[in-house]
């Protein structure tokens, strides 16, 4: 006599392969995935590449000149001999600008992580950043026109180089929203969803930025808001291990 034996599976779920399980979410809503550190890495590069645009913008420094004040012809004359500064602030504004947008996003899905969904501080975090990241590519916007156009003096108005002149050595500076995004750090910093030192720094960077950015000195907010950015993505992307091993 001969015995046959039949096996039959029923899978709850037939898309996934045997012995597969959905990965459980956590209080918080992480997936239990290990956290990475790419988005403060771009952070440090958004850091790096800001205070690098703002150095080769006070390089193009024509109208600025106080032996060239009133003159519009010899400022388009000087202008013209600083288009590879201006080039350089154009790449490392733009490089930044992305940069930061990345490192805004990866900041709010952090703060979250350690302040829940009900908490400002997050949202205000990353609105900051991408404000800032906003304004440096408004920073950039007449760089094609007149850099490439310089060359060329007859297609330019000289009174219009001049403004040019003015506009790139101050928009781009304007870093008043990431002194903003200092602040959250400081109160997610006291509610313990960062390291305490992270909200210190953000206390008194951030808030140096923010209150020269809202004053008459505004442009200063400029010398002070990149160093925040890449002390802060530093210590995300060096430090916080309590929270990656968690």
Same mark, same amino acid.
């Given at each position: ?12 779920? !037939? ?17 239990? =995935? ?17 205070? @690098? ?9 024509a109208v600025y000149d106080p032996d060239l004040q009133g003159d519009a012809a010899a400022i388009a004359d000087r202008l013209a001999t600083q +288009?590879?500064?201006?080039?350089? /602030? ?9 940069? &930061? ?5 990866? #900041? ?13 501080? %997050?949202? $205000?975090? /990353? ?16 760089? !094609? ?5 310089? %060359?060329?003096?007859? $297609? ?19 870093? $008043? ?12 910093? +006291?509610?313990?969803?960062?390291? +305490?030192? &992270?909200?210190? !720094?953000? &206390?008194?960077?951030?808030? #140096?930025?923010?209150? $020269? ?20 993505? #530093? @210590?995300? =992307? &060096?430090?916080?291990? =309590?929270?990656?091993? =968690?």
């Amino acid at each position: 006599m001969t015995t046959t034996t039949t096996t039959t599976t029923h899978p709850v779920r !037939t898309d996934l392969h045997r012995g597969s399980v959905p990965a459980t979410p956590d209080h918080d809503g992480r997936s239990g =995935a290990r956290p990475t550190r790419h988005w403060a890495l771009a952070g440090v590069g958004a850091g790096l590449a800001g205070i @690098g645009a703002i150095v080769a913008s006070g390089l193009v420094d024509a109208v600025y000149d106080p032996d060239l004040q009133g003159d519009a012809a010899a400022i388009a004359d000087r202008l013209a001999t600083q +288009r590879e500064a201006a080039f350089v /602030f154009h790449s490392l504004a733009l490089v930044s600008a992305v940069l &930061l947008l990345v490192f805004a996003a990866g #900041l709010l899905r952090r703060l979250r992580q350690g302040s829940g969904s009900e908490a400002l501080a %997050p949202m $205000v975090a /990353f609105a900051g950043l991408a404000g800032t990241a906003v304004v440096q590519v408004i920073g950039t916007s007449l760089d !094609t026109e007149f850099l490439f156009g310089l %060359p060329q003096q007859d $297609v330019l108005v000289d009174s219009n180089v001049v403004m040019y002149g003015h506009f790139i050595g101050t928009v781009p500076w304007c870093w $008043v929203l990431a002194g903003l995004a200092g602040l959250a750090l400081h109160v997610a910093g +006291r509610a313990g969803a960062v390291p +305490r030192w &992270l909200g210190r !720094t953000g &206390l008194v960077l951030g808030g #140096l930025t923010l209150l $020269v950015g809202i004053s008459p000195l505004q442009y200063l907010a400029g010398m002070v808001g990149p160093v925040w950015l890449l002390v802060t993505a #530093l @210590g995300f =992307a &060096l430090g916080d291990k =309590a929270h990656r091993a =968690a």
